[in-house]
């Protein structure tokens, strides 16, 4: 399994829903914003531990450590959003501003992985490291 490609596709769907969201909000009913809503929350959680798991593997790379801080980064601010949204009711006016932010710090995020982040890691594994990696994603996804 290539673990990259696995979270340029998981990445992809996750912006997505998130965009779809965004853009049928007005047309949506509100349970099926809600529903969307959490499994877009569910999907970036679980995208996140992926990441962090890769980079779990990793041993002070110059190359992937200054990016893994900015990711962190990105992430966190991401997670920040999150909290902020499950305060607010969905039929507040904050809500919609809030989901398009947290799409478009995900879309961000997206765009740094692919064109930098990614790339950064892979380099930095070893051969043994990316069996490890290999084993523990599988065993990741498939439970």
Not at 14 to 33: C, D, K, M, S, Y
Request: hydrophobic content about 45%.
């Amino acid at each position: 399994m290539d673990i990259f490609k696995y979270l340029q596709d998981d990445g992809e769907s996750i912006a997505h829903r998130l965009n779809q969201t965004v853009a049928e909000f007005g047309e949506w009913p509100q349970e099926r914003l809600f529903e969307e809503t959490k499994k877009a929350f569910s999907s970036l959680e679980g995208h996140f531990d992926k990441e962090k798991m890769i980079v779990k593997n990793i041993e002070n790379s110059d190359v992937a450590v200054p990016l893994t801080v900015k990711a962190e980064a990105q992430i966190e601010a991401m997670k920040e959003a999150i909290d902020s949204i499950v305060m607010i009711h969905i039929d507040e006016p904050g809500f919609l501003n809030a989901l398009q932010a947290l799409a478009d710090k995900f879309n961000e995020h997206m765009s740094f992985c692919l064109d930098e982040y990614y790339s950064a890691l892979r380099f930095s594994l070893s051969s043994a490291d990316k069996a490890h990696v290999n084993a523990q994603f599988e065993q990741m996804v498939l439970s």
